[in-house]
Structures are given as C-alpha cells and as structure tokens.
C-alpha cells in the first residue's frame, strides 16, 4: 500500500484534537504523515497536537497566522511529501482499520478522489435518521452532481495541483465544489466506510434546521454557481464548545 498524506485542519480544537491524533496512532496502516494545519487557534490546540511527536513520529504542526477552512487545506496540501491525500477535520473519529480499508477501495476502484459517508454510531435516534438522509443525498447525487463531506476528502496532489486546489473565497460548499471540480475529469465515489463526525453541529443548529440549509446552499449551487459572495453566510468555528 502507497504513503498518505493527512491534512488536518484546527482551529480552537484543544479537546478535540487528541482524539483523532490517537485514532490515527492506532491505524493498522502505518505509512502516513500527519500535517496539523492551525488557523491561529486561541486555545492550546497546536500544544496538544506537538504533544504526540511520539506517538506519531511524522508528524507536522504548522500554525498560520490567518484563519481558513479552504486556505488550511491548501496549505497542508502544499506541505505534502506523498502524492495520496486524506483532508481530515479536527472532530472527526476513525477506526483503527480505516485507513487500510479505504486504500484497498481507492486503489481497487481506481479513484483519485473520493468522498466518505458519515457514521452516526452510539448517536442519537435523531442524529441517525439526519445522517442517514445525508449521506442517501450523497449516494444519489455522487453520479451526477457529486458533493461530499469536507471532514474526510481522499484526493492526490495530482487532482489538487491540476483543480488549484479548494477555493478560498467560498465559505459555504467549498468541498463540494472541489469534488466537482475534480470529477470533471477524475471519476468521483464515495468509498463503502464511514467516518465519526462529532454532533455539536446537529446539537446546536437542529438536525433538521441544519439538512435544510446544506439542501438550499446545493439547490442554489446547481441553478445559479458556487457561492462566492457569502450570500449564505457560514462561519469557521462557530459552534459553541460541547464537550462530549
């Protein structure tokens, strides 16, 4: 199996961050680096990443001093010595197989690019059902007019170099709009995995309350663009601390 590069984007993560760096310390596949890109977090997310050097022997903290979902992807990207990519959020969680299986079904499938469904495992009823209508969105919608969930991108520098990357001026869908890009010429799908997604986002904005909005913004993509004006407003690090 081939290296990966990991990409994890932080931004006010301290509690959060340990935990995926753990997950990633226990992977059955072990030829990866860890790149820590922090959108000059407040709290002490870049000593807590520092923290696992020992753990994860390749490992790379990089603090920027401007804030960007986009522009830390970008960056980590950049930073890379291996051609497979996973872009990663702070809040996710992944079994110790994950990486294994998803390389299988990448190099399988033949895929440059590839999404993952979310897994609402031990989450509520309610966190399920919203999760399972998200990702039967995904499902349909990966054949024709392909979106994902920017948490957990694979990619290659290949596709990210030749699509230029994630756009910085959008805020809202700008992972969807980079696996559109991309599927252009590379065969986008969703690999048969999940991924933990924390729930601070359906706990505070609502399960459904957040489905409609993400149902608009891609409504509003495939009539009239991308949205490069934050006609949809959407804030990095919005959600309030819940510890969990």
């Known amino acids: 199996m081939k290296p990966i590069s990991i990409v994890v984007i932080t931004l006010n993560e301290e509690k959060r961050i340990s935990r995926l760096l753990e997950d990633l310390s226990q992977q059955t596949h072990q030829q990866f680096e860890v790149i820590v890109v922090d959108s000059n977090s407040d709290d002490n997310t870049v000593e807590v990443a520092q923290a696992y050097q020992n753990a994860l022997p390749d ?6 001093d401007r804030r960007g979902v986009s522009l830390g992807r970008n960056t980590g990207a950049n930073l890379a010595k291996h051609e497979r990519l996973l872009f990663l959020d702070a809040d996710v969680r992944l079994t110790p197989a994950f990486l294994t299986l998803a390389i299988e079904q990448l190099e399988r499938k033949q895929l440059e690019v590839a999404g993952v469904y979310m897994g609402a495992k031990d989450l509520p009823l309610v966190h399920k059902l919203g999760y399972g209508l998200f990702n039967l969105g995904l499902f349909i ?18 596709v990210h170099q030749r699509i230029g990357g994630f756009d910085e001026q959008i805020t809202l869908c700008e992972d969807c709009d980079y696996v559109k890009r991309a599927g252009k010429t590379w065969r986008f799908r969703f690999l048969n995995l999940t991924f933990g997604f924390d729930p601070r986002r359906l706990d505070q904005d609502g399960t459904f309350k957040m489905g409609a909005t993400y149902l608009k913004a891609n409504v509003r993509r495939f009539f009239f663009g991308e949205m490069r004006n934050n006609e949809m407003e959407y804030k990095f690090d919005h959600y309030r601390d819940q510890q969990r």
């Open 141 to 158: 919608t990966q054949f024709t007019f392909p979106t994902a969930v920017g948490a957990c991108i694979f990619s290659s520098k290949n």
């Open 59 to 64: 490992l790379t903290v990089h603090k920027m």
